[in-house]
């Protein structure tokens, strides 16, 4: 036991030794290098280690130059490759020194959408300044979502003075989870370069951890990812979930008529096709905002089982897995009525083991939303889904965002206290609002944008875009036709930022509206968003 416990701490000490250079032998676990300047550096076995998971790359194909100091690029490739996630080659950057058409863009853009990274200031991200140890403490501990409490465990280096202060926490944070020690004078070293030797030994720490290690490996929890059909034919919608993350379809293919009829656009081409590539069909039942008509039915009992029999004998004929209602512009007076409906429908709809999701507005007191009992509803129904946007709409009058990030939290937050969180789909949008402005600054006009023409725009007029914390989106404007205009930009980092609200509170997942206006980059992001976030490092 005793020679065991000797073992572990001498062990301790050449790594420890290993790390700042000392003449101390470490030997590699194979004879075979991958590079050729390997043989004498103290990272070796971490550095093949990293090299055969492909979390580090050489700076050639025969060398890895261990003695030379890490960039912030490449410091930042290795904790997303690290945490497994993709490059993101999103049209929207805020940073003018990080170009599009280098190699480290799409790295770069994973991490600060994710919340690793920052810039070195609103405009700058600095890719080739060298990372120095206390930054690298901060990315490391950042990228694990750990907590910064406390500076106590800093205190215990030498030169903890010498630590800035925005770096403490995380310094502190490091040396107490064994990712950062001192060298042999017992120093940090906090405004030294850090190696590429140095950031290999410090990264494979991560994976020596057996439950970081084991988190990692964990494949990412199955949601509910809805994409509606809208403005596309079925041969488009389909290529565009073949691209997408979507996993839940919602065709447009129900609306309520008179005396409880619907009109039926199934097409049943498309419930082949997504049986074969495994996805599931909550066809959308609409009533195309038609107050009048909408109270007329959910009044009457008798049209009210008409539409219920209609829709369940669609489910049951089809194949389908469920429904999604899509009512708007319900009168208040209906709010009873309403939810009667969604209960008898859920009642066949259960027979046949379909599921049934009913679309809200956030609930901001007003009559928009008075018809919707959210509590009931969401007892009556599997899914709730929380229709986040239109914040500012046209005809508003007043230009603003069409979903910041504390509209949507506010809207979830409210739903949380009436709704099971599992029962809770947060839907986000793919399109936002051109608002063109007077001299004055009112609205002048405005018209639908989507994230595509959105990118395009800002390309072709080389904007560039301004990321607002606050509200988890780029602003920016620019000048048309002798005309301001402006916009609150919708694109992969502020879906990410919403997606966190999801995380956070373990929602039942995710919907855009509406399929084909994104930008494909989005699907990425959020592919992203969902794995890191659904890691529980502890």
């Known amino acids: 036991m005793f020679v065991k416990q000797g073992i572990r701490v001498t062990t301790a000490i050449i ?17 075979k290098l991958p590079f050729t300047d390997l043989s004498n550096s103290f990272a070796k076995e971490a550095i093949i280690d990293l090299y055969s998971k492909k979390m580090m790359n050489g700076t050639s ?88 409490a406390g500076n106590a465990d800093a205190e215990a280096f030498k030169d903890a003075s010498s630590i800035a202060g925005w770096a403490k926490p995380a310094v502190a944070s490091a040396k107490r989870l064994g990712l950062l020690v001192g060298d042999s004078a017992g120093n940090s070293r906090p405004h030294d370069s850090i190696t590429r030797a140095e950031a290999a030994v410090m990264l494979n720490r991560v994976l020596q951890n057996a439950k ?53 656009y199934t097409d049943q081409s498309l419930v082949v096709w997504a049986n074969h590539n495994n996805k599931k069909i909550w066809a959308m039942v609409g009533n195309r905002s038609d107050q009048e008509l909408t109270h007329m039915i959910l009044s009457d009992s008798t049209a009210r089982a008409k539409v219920v029999n209609s829709l369940a004998a669609a489910v049951r004929s089809s194949g389908l897995a469920g429904l999604n209602i899509d009512f708007e512009n319900v009168a208040p007076v209906d709010r009873t009525n309403f939810t009667t409906f969604i209960t008898e429908l859920k009642k066949e ?13 956030p609930d901001l007191g007003t009559d928009w939303t008075e018809a919707f009992d959210y509590a009931a509803l969401g007892r009556q129904s599997d899914y709730i889904v929380m229709m986040g946007y239109d914040e500012y709409w046209i005809g508003k009058g007043t230009a603003g965002p069409n979903a910041s990030l504390s509209y949507v939290s506010n809207a979830i937050e409210k739903l949380r206290q009436l709704v099971p969180d599992e029962k809770i ?41 301004v990321w607002k914390e606050d509200i988890g989106q780029y602003t920016v404007q620019f000048k048309a036709n002798m005309a301001t205009h402006s916009l609150w930009v919708e694109d992969g980092r502020s879906l990410t930022a919403k997606y966190r609200l999801i995380a956070g509170a373990n929602l039942a997942g995710w919907a855009v509206w509406y399929m084909g206006a994104e930008s494909s980059d989005v699907w990425t992001s959020l592919r992203n968003a969902e794995k890191y976030y659904g890691y529980v490092f502890g």
């Not at 790390?19 to 590699?28: D, E, K, P, T």
């Not at 990372?131 to 690298?136: F, K, L, N, S, Y």
């Not at 007077?438 to 023409?453: F, L």
């Open 349 to 361: 709809l259960s027979a046949m083991n379909a599921d049934l999701s009913v679309n809200v507005s």
């Open 212 to 264: 970081w290690s084991a988190e990692l490996e964990h494949e990412t929890k199955d949601s509910i990812r809805l994409g509606w059909q809208y403005g596309q034919t079925t041969a488009e919608f389909e290529q565009t979930v073949l691209q997408s993350n979507v996993n839940t379809l919602s065709p447009r293919w129900y609306f309520i008529g008179p005396s409880g009829t619907i009109t039926d």
């Open 425 to 465: 789909v947060l839907a986000m949008p793919t399109y936002l609002i051109d608002w063109t402005l007077n001299s004055s600054g009112s609205v002048a006009s405005t018209s639908y944008m989507t994230m595509k023409e959105q990118n395009e725009r800002i390309a072709a007029s080389s904007l560039h875009p």
């Open 61 to 148: 194909a025969s060398t890895f130059s261990p003695t030379r100091p890490m960039t912030r690029a490449e410091f930042t490739k290795s904790l997303d490759t690290l945490l497994g996630l993709d490059s993101v080659t999103s049209s929207i950057s805020p940073f003018t020194d990080v170009p599009k058409t280098a190699w480290y863009y799409g790295w770069i853009q994973t991490a600060v959408q994710l919340g690793i990274a920052n810039g070195t200031s609103a405009s700058t991200f600095s890719p080739t300044t060298s990372v120095t140890r206390q930054e690298a403490a901060q990315l490391l501990v950042r990228a694990l979502r750990q907590t910064t």
């Open 15 to 31: 790594v420890s030794l290993c790390l700042f250079g000392q003449a101390v032998h470490c030997s590699a676990a194979t004879s």
